[in-house]
């Protein structure tokens, strides 16, 4: 591999592995190799040329497609704060569970919040006014994997919770009794668990907005 | 942010508070009423017939229907094997305790009463018998009928089976003729 090749690669090293990424590798290498070509027919030696060629680009990270400067640590302190909110919300929420004996959604979105807000603590800590490139499409391929995510959990677990509480009536023969407010409760409550869990892609789903908000526009 | 932040703080406030209500108030609010209810189901005069109403089958050969039927039938604290001949419909319950350690009146009360539920439940049942240490009872359902009503199913509703079951047991010469 020539060195100009090596150089095209490092520079990309960060990037998606994308068609389009891999056009724009090939289309900068070109540029480079005409480049070369065009100080070395103005008298450079080689090992000179490929310096001053070099040099003449030192990032890809403002051409590529998606690419934002952004205040990075403001816009990570945000994403983490957002979870933070919406793990609070998702806590209360699992809090009336304890009553039907489901302790653990509880303890878990409890110990969530703890971990949202140790890393929001730590990030605010962190020089807000620290800039880097940051990928939108990235951040808006993760919330729709996210929500693709859940949704697939939400159904699944919906569709099982349907098969195993009302299903047995047709395995065992044996009819489910919905005898009063905590039998009701005790079934409500399969259902409820899988639902408000919704509030993570929700979450995550703002991302991209946050994104926007802390592009430096300068 | 200072906005949200001051948002996280009341959510997290609400949220210990929620938390200690449910922990502190309504769990133990909550676990007492239900000591107060198991404990009037291990106690025929008390039990509530619309607890074992799920388990009604037409046959005595199921016998996980028959064990969570007996776990929520008085007595339900003594451990005990079951044994069913299903070609007699025969159901046997050997009790692995002994009459003196749970209470003579209480335990002969408590059988028939689980009798007739048993047998009320089970279409095809005949005869029960329970087995303790040092002592045997058999009830068979020709008898039961002939003390209770010879449809038993039909005592199925918590106002008749209260007025035809449960009232009969509070007289003590009524149970004593079981063992006669």
């Known amino acids: ?218 | 942010m200072d906005k949200r932040n001051k948002l996280i703080i009341v959510l997290l406030i609400i949220g210990v508070l929620a938390f200690c209500t449910v922990q502190f108030i309504i769990i133990p609010h909550n676990k007492a009423k239900q000591d107060e209810y198991n404990a009037r189901q291990n106690d025929s005069l008390t039990h509530d017939i619309e607890n074992i109403l799920s388990y009604k089958s037409a046959y005595i050969g199921d016998a996980s229907n028959n064990a969570n039927l007996f776990t929520r039938l008085p007595l339900n604290s003594v451990p005990r094997k079951f044994k069913i001949d299903p070609d007699d419909c025969f159901l046997t319950i050997y009790y692995l305790d002994t009459l003196r350690n749970i209470g003579e009146t209480k335990v002969h009360r408590d059988l028939v009463y689980n009798s007739v539920s048993a047998m009320a439940l089970i279409d095809n049942l005949k005869q029960i018998t329970y087995g303790f240490s040092g002592a045997t009872f058999i009830f068979t359902r020709e008898e039961i009928e002939n003390s209770f009503d010879h449809d038993l199913s039909s005592l199925l509703n918590k106002e008749t089976w209260n007025e035809k079951v449960q009232s009969k047991l509070h007289d003590s010469d009524f149970v004593s003729r079981f063992y006669e």
């Open chain 1, 1 to 218: 591999m020539d060195e100009l090749k090596k150089y095209t690669e490092a520079l990309f090293a960060h990037q998606p592995q994308t068609s389009k990424v891999q056009d724009l590798k090939d289309e900068i290498y070109g540029n480079l190799l005409a480049k070369k070509q065009d100080l070395i027919s103005q008298g450079y030696a080689e090992s000179e040329a490929i310096v001053k060629t070099k040099d003449s680009i030192l990032s890809v990270d403002n051409i590529i497609e998606g690419n934002q400067l952004t205040y990075i640590n403001r816009f990570k302190t945000e994403c983490w704060q957002t979870l933070l909110l919406y793990g609070s919300v998702l806590w209360i929420l699992s809090i009336p569970t304890i009553i039907m004996a489901r302790i653990p959604f509880s303890i878990i979105t409890f110990f969530t919040v703890i971990f949202f807000g140790i890393s929001y603590l730590n990030s605010k800590k962190n020089n807000q006014d620290e800039v880097a490139f940051v990928n939108g499409n990235r951040y808006k391929k993760m919330s729709r994997t996210v929500w693709i995510i859940w949704f697939i959990f939400f159904v699944v677990s919906t569709v099982t919770v349907t098969a195993v509480m009302f299903g047995s009536n047709i395995w065992f023969a044996r009819p489910i009794r919905i005898t009063g407010p905590y039998a009701f409760a005790s079934v409500a409550v399969r259902y409820y668990i899988p639902a408000v869990t919704v509030l993570l892609p929700i979450a995550i789903g703002s991302f991209p907005k946050m994104l926007a908000n802390n592009e430096r526009k300068d």
